[in-house]
């Protein structure tokens, strides 16, 4: 299995609150990419980064911000969290340009109340 | 029209039995091909990528049909362990996923 994390796994939060998640690789993939998961909509890209300091919008990117420090570390900001935010968050990774196959980590279950 | 469409199921088969997913889509320049496996609550893992060809994995058989836009995975003598949501997945710029079609292989 691919060398990714996320952390944390499990988080119920308040509306309002900011949150960050977390993702961590050990293959040194250039690309890292966040998704979120809701019944009826299958996964769809929030951001992603094509290396350290660079990122760019996904479909779904209202209300989200990224950061990028080093190669191994992504990271997903909440501002100011909202209830339709609830949803299960995956981080993928490749080693090449976003068209081709990702692996994912094991996802953030994100609760907002 | 969602970009990637798959029907939800689901899908109960016996063990044993032979069960084939469809998936269409509708970017005609779409140059990647993919089906992932998603077991309930976790991540999705990469099954295989479809070349133009057609191209198999020991039960599983993967093809695609570029002129009519639609992917298909065959899945042979089918185990317990079969039983997840096949996510038919397309690539362009970026991936693009379809909703999935969950299977239950029963005893």
């Known amino acids: 299995d691919a060398g990714i994390t996320q952390s944390p796994r499990h988080k119920v939060t308040e509306t309002g609150t900011p949150v960050t998640l977390r993702c961590h690789q050990t293959e040194n993939h250039r690309y890292m990419y966040w998704y979120r998961q809701d019944p009826g909509h299958g996964l769809r890209l929030i951001h992603y980064?094509?290396?350290?300091?660079?990122?760019d919008k996904g479909e779904v990117s209202d209300g989200y911000s990224v950061s990028r420090s080093k190669t191994e570390d992504f990271l997903l900001t909440l501002e100011s969290a909202t209830s339709s935010q609830t949803s299960v968050y995956f981080c993928?990774?490749?080693?090449?340009?976003?068209?081709?196959?990702?692996?994912f980590g094991p996802g953030t279950r994100l609760t907002v109340l | 029209r969602k970009e990637v469409e798959q029907d939800p199921g689901p899908f109960n088969v016996p063990e044993g039995a032979t069960v084939a997913f469809n998936c269409t889509y509708s970017n005609s320049a779409s140059q990647s091909f993919f089906w992932y496996r998603q077991d309930c609550r976790k991540e999705p893992k990469l099954l295989m990528s479809v070349y133009s060809s057609g191209n198999e994995d020991g039960r599983f058989t993967a093809q695609l049909n570029r002129a009519s836009q639609y992917i298909s995975l065959l899945i042979r003598d089918s185990k317990l362990s079969d039983s997840a949501t096949y996510l038919c997945v397309v690539g362009g710029n970026m991936l693009t996923f379809g909703g999935g079609t969950r299977l239950m292989v029963k005893p």
């Open positions: 980064s094509y290396g350290v300091k660079d990122t």
């Open positions: 993928a990774i490749s080693g090449t340009a976003g068209g081709n196959e990702q692996f």
